[in-house]
Nanobody, 126 residues
Framework: QVQLVESGGGSVQSGGSLRLSCAVS????????MGWFRQGPGKEREGVAA???????SYADFVKGRFPISRDNAKDTLYLQMSNLDPEDSGMYSC????????????????????WGPGTQLTVPS
């Protein structure tokens, strides 16, 4: 059974940094397309960043280089290193995986992903 479990969320001051992790089990992680999504209070879910099995990355415009995504295939873990955090970044962050997406596809569309973690909450007080 495929499982994704996020960790690393919490409360951090504006301008601070935090790293999210997503531990994956139950399938050959190294072959899957991985993404990070977030949903803020009263907002729709939006794609943050994604990475394919070759390490090619895609980012939402609002990331602006602040949130590099990476993966460690040896540890079956996905990361999101967040810096210069803003209250607008608050929300539930979830990782997702899919075996059919290819680089250049609609990585930001959550409907493209088959597997999801429960999420981890990030709060940046205003």
């Amino acid at each position: 059974q495929v499982q994704l479990v996020e960790s690393g969320g919490g409360s951090v001051q504006s301008g601070g940094s935090l790293r999210l992790s997503c531990a994956v089990s139950g399938y050959p992680y190294s072959t899957y397309y991985m993404g990070w999504f977030r949903q803020g209070p009263g907002k729709e879910r939006e794609g943050v960043a994604a990475i394919n099995n070759d390490g090619n990355t895609s980012y939402a415009d609002f990331v602006k280089g602040r949130f590099p995504i990476s993966r460690d295939n040896a540890k079956d873990t996905l990361y999101l290193q967040m810096s210069n955090l803003d209250p607008e970044d608050s929300g539930m962050y979830s990782c997702a995986a899919d075996g059919d997406l290819v680089y250049g596809d609609r990585w930001y569309d959550g409907m493209q992903y088959d597997y999801w973690g429960p999420g981890t909450q990030l709060t940046v007080p205003s």
